[in-house]
Structure formats: structure tokens, C-alpha cells
């Protein structure tokens, strides 16, 4: 759920507050708005971009998408089926070609491609292209896990989420596809938004959609401009975010490791409906007027739209389908999944949107929603909160890294006046589902591994203990595990929400007071995160983005497209504490680096 996002059209249509702009606005046709992006899109057959995933001891998963003529646009179901040709090399230049073959790309996938290529060398580089229709793409990066029997290697990743095209410029990914000291980049959701460009009007409620800076607008639009909705609109909203440089770059750099969170539906999704999705009277018929403007019709179906956005984010993101890879019992498409690096460390990522209940208020009637703790609400789904507890309890490495969307931590709500004390923050995170908190925090307890959670969301940076009994906090074994949470890419954050750099120090100020385990928040900057696990400890550097050195204390550095990243600060956990420490000294070089063939 973003900070400061715009009302829901819900709220506005309730309200009766939609008015003449928000009717009238935009008005581009979907013909106009594949048009918009086929102009952003580099030139030629692979103007999106090449990418790789899910990276295993021996396996790669490599991506891109092709537009073999000139009708073959994102979302358009135009063009010709075409070969297309892969080849992965240990060199830049081509000239050791390890795997190669051929695939086709056609209109039932968007013409996008993906190409799990196997039997590689464990923890190495290699490279890879892909060529169609006379044309070569841009050559990729990529690697294997350092994932061998008796042997530990370093390991470092990158992680971010919440990257919103009109919040700002992703200096945040230019910064991550700079850097040659990573092993893969971790996206915990909201990789793109589901949101239009209707303004506001200042001071009607409702009156728009359009969530970012305003300097922004008409300079870093969402295409289609209506928010996403049919299987057309999802298509094309991915296609725009890949027309950026820096994100294509930090693609072309690094393999990615992806989940989404809601906005890749639609905002506080939960197992049968959305905060941000409006039904039609006939939940069986589709929305199929993605021309209009927002406030004009319902959107159908939740599931149907849900099964489109799954769609449009297994064709146009480097991720695998599990349930082809890692097949276990689950409720609908599984998405979660593990990854190895020998015996250091084990790496689970969850979906906690697919198949969670309806988030349910924090009070009612003055007193504390008993629903938050009953046990037959769920996060994950019983079948994947069993595969996540049995991992985190028996796992034989040295670490259990959680790649987790919502914060984790008990965090309550700064007591106020007329503030129901114990309330928590915000039900949409762990919260609000506390008999599966609690389940999780008891396998830490048990666990043999040291448990870190590794978190988005919302839009500012954290290091949190994870104590059981938050009475007796900071006993000695209290806490029984770590989560990190990094800062969004562009998202509004805690400043943009409360209006002043100032306001937001003094309220992460206040939230630690209330919640002491909370030992770093920080809600003005925006970036990501680095982790380095090793033996002894993991560490987390926080880098945020500065423009001309400020990383948004005077100025807002999301509307700088020359702004650079700058180390913040850095904390740790040492192996057997299952605590925080720090601020500690930033990182330095990797204790090795991965072969070469």
C-alpha cells in the first residue's frame, strides 16, 4: 500500500466527488497509448531490452521481446510468429559460445521470450544475445549461484521494490547496473503501478489517480493513461517501464530474482478483491472500455483482472513458473519458490498477495479487531506458510534469507489521543494476519539457520529485531531473527506523506519509541539496499539517491535525472546473535568473484 497514494475510486464514487477533470481527462485511445510507448521503445526488434533470472547452480533463465515489424506492438495480438535465435557465450565478444538454440516468439505471449538454458558451470559469468529478423540484441550479463557442496563463496545481491514510473527517474536501478560486485538483484513487488494520470484537484476528494510528484506530470506519464485493467493494459504498462534505460540496464547487468506485491494487480489485493478494483454488477463480464477514464465504468471480474496481470507479468518479467521447477502444494499459480548458495545460505521467496484474506480493520468499536489474530485468516496460504516454517526450522545452511513484500515486525501505531493502545500500524502487513506472524517467529525460534527477512513496501529503510515476547524486549534470546527493509525506488515515502523532510524525521523518531526493536528508521530517501552475507554476519548497506548530494532534505531527487546514489549507512547481524548491530563500517571487496570459462 503506497504512503500518500491517490483515493480509490471507490472512495470517490461513495463520496460523489468525481468531477468534470477527472471525466474529461486524457482521453488517449489504446491505438494512442501503444503508439506513445512503440515512441519511448529504442529503436529495432529488440527495443526492450534483454534480461536473466532465477539463477541456479547449472540453470539461467534468459528473457527479452521482440517486435518483428512494425504492427507488433506491446498489447497489439499484431505480428508474425519468428524465430528467434539465443546463444550463450563465456565471453563478451562471442567467440566461446557454450549453449545456443532457437524458439519462437508469437502474439499468444506478446512476442516476448523466455529460455531456462541448463547444464552451466556453477558460480560463473557468462553472456548471451538473442537474434530475429536480421537484427542482434544487446548483449547480457548474467550468472550462476554460487551454490556448490563443501565449497562457500561470497554473496552479495541488491535488493529494491516499489518503482513507480511517475513517482520519479530510476536513478536507483543506474546505480545497481553500475556495480560488478553483484550475484542478482532481489525485487520483493510493486515493480510497476496500476494507477492513470488523472490529476488532482486540489481539494476535491477523488479527483484523480495519478500518484507522484506533480512536477512530474506530462513529463513521465503512465501509458495506457486510464489505470490498467484488461490483459491489453497490463502488457502495455510493462512494456513502458522497459523502455527505460536504467532499468534495461540493470536487467542486461545482473540476473534478477522477482515476486510481485499488489500494485502489479491492483492496490491491497487480497485472495477475491482489491482496496483499488471496482466490480460490475455482472462480475462475469469484463471490463472491455479501457479507453475510458477513470470514474466511468466498473472493472468486472477481480479474478478474471487478476488472471491477466499473472499473465502479463509471466510474459514480460525474467521469472520462472515454480510449479515446472519446484512444484509444491499451493492454492492457484505458485510463485514461491527457494534458491541455494551451498552451505551458507538459502534464499525463500513468498507470496503473500495470491491467496491472502481481506484486510480487515485495526479497531472496532473502540477495541482491538480480535480478527487479527484469528487463526483462519492467512498471508500465505496454509500449503506455502507450511513450505516457508519447514524451510526456516530444518534448513542446514548458515543463514535463511526471507524474500518477503509487506514489514514483518510487530509495529504499532504512535499512541495518540483517542489512539485504542496495542494498535498496530498497518493491517495490510504481518500485522494484520497474526496468527501466521506468530507461526513464522516460532519456526525462527526452532530454526538451526539464523533467520533475515528481507522486506519492501513502505517506502523508507528499516533494520528490525524480531523479538517473540515484545513484553520482555531486549531480553537475552528474545529476538530470534533480523529483517532488513529497503527504501523504494521513486515511491512516495514518510516526507512526501507528512510534507517536510523535518516532519518525517520526527515521525520515524516517534515510531521508534513506540516499537524499540525498530534500530533504524529512516523515511527520506530513496534507493536500495546491498547484502552481503558471509559466515559470520550479514550486512545491509543503505544507498539512497542525492541530487548534487542531497538525498531529499531540501530538494526532491527522484525529479533529477542526473541524480547519482551515495552510501547512507550500514547494519549487521553476527551469526548466533539474531540481532541488529550497528551502524557499522560500509562494505568492502567481495571475498571472491565468480569464475570465468
Not at 471525466?23 to 526492450?48: C, H, I, N, P, W
Not at 557442496?149 to 552479495?156: E, F, K, S
Request: aromatic fraction near 10%.
Amino acid at each position: 500500500m503506497p504512503l500518500d497514494a491517490p483515493l480509490s475510486r471507490r472512495t470517490a464514487l461513495k463520496g460523489g466527488a468525481v468531477t468534470a477533470a477527472a471525466l474529461t481527462f486524457g482521453g488517449l485511445t489504446s491505438e494512442a497509448a501503444r503508439a506513445a510507448v512503440a515512441e519511448t521503445a529504442r529503436s529495432g526488434v529488440f527495443g526492450f531490452g534483454v534480461a536473466s533470472g532465477d539463477p541456479t547452480a547449472t540453470e539461467l533463465l534468459l528473457w527479452t521481446r521482440v517486435t518483428p515489424t512494425p504492427e507488433s506492438l506491446p498489447g497489439s495480438r499484431r505480428g508474425p510468429a519468428v524465430p528467434v535465435r539465443w546463444e550463450v557465450a563465456a565471453d563478451e565478444a562471442f567467440t566461446r559460445i557454450v549453449r545456443s538454440g532457437n524458439v519462437v516468439a508469437d502474439v499468444s505471449r506478446d512476442h516476448t521470450v523466455k529460455v531456462v538454458v541448463n547444464r552451466l558451470t556453477p558460480y560463473t559469468r557468462y553472456f548471451y544475445r538473442f537474434t530475429c529478423a536480421g537484427e542482434t540484441s544487446p548483449v547480457g550479463r548474467t550468472q550462476t549461484a554460487p551454490d556448490e557442496p563443501g565449497r562457500t563463496h561470497a554473496l552479495r545481491m541488491a535488493f529494491v521494490s516499489c518503482s513507480n514510473w511517475t513517482g520519479g527517474y530510476f536513478t536507483a536501478y543506474r546505480g545497481i547496473a553500475a556495480r560488478d560486485d553483484l550475484d542478482f538483484v532481489l525485487h520483493l513487488g510493486d515493480y510497476l503501478y496500476e494507477y492513470g494520470n488523472s490529476p488532482r484537484v486540489a481539494g476535491v476528494a477523488g479527483s484523480g489517480d495519478r500518484y507522484g510528484p506533480n512536477a512530474l506530470i506530462g513529463i513521465r506519464d503512465h501509458e495506457p493513461v486510464h489505470e490498467m485493467v484488461t490483459l491489453e493494459d497490463y502488457r502495455i504498462r510493462h512494456a513502458l517501464y522497459k523502455t527505460d534505460p536504467d532499468l534495461q540496464r540493470a536487467h542486461q547487468q545482473h540476473p534478477w530474482i522477482v515476486i510481485f506485491d499488489d500494485h502489479e494487480i491492483t492496490n491491497d489485493a487480497y485472495d477475491f478483491g482489491a482496496e483499488n478494483h471496482e466490480r460490475d454488477d455482472d462480475p462475469a463480464t469484463p471490463y472491455t472500455e479501457p479507453g475510458k477514464p477513470d470514474g466511468i465504468k466498473p472493472e468486472g471480474d477481480f479474478l478474471f483482472r487478476r488472471a491477466k496481470a499473472f499473465q502479463a507479468y509471466l510474459e514480460w518479467m525474467p521469472i520462472r513458473e515454480p510449479a515446472m521447477w519446484q512444484p509444491h502444494a499451493s492454492k492457484g499459480r505458485q510463485f514461491f519458490r527457494r534458491f541455494g548458495f551451498g552451505d551458507l545460505a538459502e534464499l525463500s521467496v513468498i507470496d503473500t498477495r495470491q491467496n491472502r484474506s481481506e484486510q480487515v480493520p485495526g479497531t472496532v468499536d473502540g477495541a482491538l479487531n480480535p480478527a487479527l489474530t484469528d487463526p483462519r485468516r492467512h498471508l500465505p496460504e496454509p500449503p506455502q506458510l507450511d513450505w516457508l516454517t519447514k524451510g526456516i526450522r530444518t534448513g542446514r545452511t548458515a543463514w535463511h534469507l526471507v524474500g518477503n513484500q509487506t514489514v514483518f515486525a510487530r509495529v504499532f501505531a504512535v499512541p495518540r489521543p483517542g489512539t485504542v493502545p496495542g494498535s498496530v500500524f498497518n493491517t495490510d502487513q504481518w500485522d494484520g494476519y497474526q496468527a501466521d506472524q506468530r507461526a513464522v517467529l516460532d519456526a525462527m525460534a526452532a530454526a538451526g539457520p539464523d533467520p533475515v527477512v528481507l522486506t519492501g513496501d513502505i517506502h523508507s529503510s528499516w533494520a528490525n529485531d524480531l523479538p517473540v515476547d515484545l513484553a520482555a524486549y531486549p531480553g537475552d534470546g528474545n529476538s530470534v531473527g533480523v529483517e532488513f527493509v529497503c527504501p523504494s525506488v521513486t515511491s512516495n515515502g514518510f516526507k512526501e506523506a507528512v510534507g517536510s523532510a523535518a516532519a518525517a524525521t520526527a515521525t520515524t523518531a516517534a515510531f521508534q519509541g513506540a516499537n524499540p526493536w525498530v534500530r533504524y528508521l529512516e523515511g527520506i530517501g530513496h534507493g536500495f539496499v546491498v547484502l552481503d552475507v558471509t559466515p559470520e554476519r550479514v550486512q545491509a548497506d543503505f544507498w539512497f539517491i542525492r541530487s548534487n548530494g542531497d538525498k531529499g532534505l531540501a530538494v526532491d531527487p527522484r525529479l533529477d535525472p542526473q541524480a547519482t546514489v551515495g552510501y547512507e549507512t550500514s547494519f549487521a547481524t553476527v551469526k548466533g546473535s539474531r540481532k541488529v548491530s550497528g551502524p557499522t563500517a560500509e562494505l568492502g571487496p567481495r571475498s571472491d568473484s565468480p569464475r570465468t570459462v
